[in-house]
């Protein structure tokens, strides 16, 4: 991800919601083409099997150790991994959407000295509810910051190195 979890929360929901598209285009864009890659991996082992003679343990046994279709194999995995990162960035964009509501304001926007500039006057009933929405934004960051650290968890064991076909 380009961005921090901490810097995504501030940005406003416009520039948000365009981070979000941007995300999504870039998932499916990653997605087609490991599954074409997938599929044409698919079709060679087919073709292979097909022109290799012998009988049918003979054919799987020349599509199984041939060092082609392993190192195509490995690619996809490799691709598999970076589409598994992007969904990653995909579902924070979302969680953070989710989290400041329809029309959430981002961090800082409340004050904490008792009054809020945008209303004038209210009344103990209003300087309540500001304080409660305050309260509510406050919970949305601590929640923020728990996503942001199961965000690296998840990097790091997305990260870490898959069993890789030996070299024959």
């Known amino acids: 991800m380009t961005m921090s979890v901490e810097q995504l929360w501030s940005l406003p929901e416009t520039a948000l919601v365009g981070a979000y598209a941007e995300a999504r285009r870039r998932y499916a864009e990653k997605k087609f083409e490991r599954d ?14 097909v022109n290799t003679q012998g009988n049918v343990t003979e054919r799987k046994m020349a599509v199984d150790v041939s060092e082609e279709l392993a190192r195509k194999g490995q690619e996809v995995r490799e691709m598999t991994r970076d589409l598994d990162m992007l969904k990653i960035d995909v579902d924070v964009i979302d969680t953070m959407i989710r989290l400041r509501g329809a029309h959430g304001a981002p ?18 009933r209003w300087l309540r509810s500001a304080e409660a929405a305050c309260a509510a934004r406050s919970r949305s960051r601590s929640r923020v ?11 790091a064991a997305a990260k870490r190195p898959g069993p890789r076909m030996p070299a024959r």
């Open 107 to 124: 961090p800082g926007s409340c004050r904490r000295g008792g009054r809020e500039t945008g209303r004038a006057g209210g009344g103990v």
């Open 145 to 155: 910051r728990s996503i942001a650290s199961s965000t690296a968890i998840a990097r």
């Open 36 to 49: 074409t890659q997938r599929a044409r991996l698919e079709w060679m082992r087919a073709k292979l099997f």
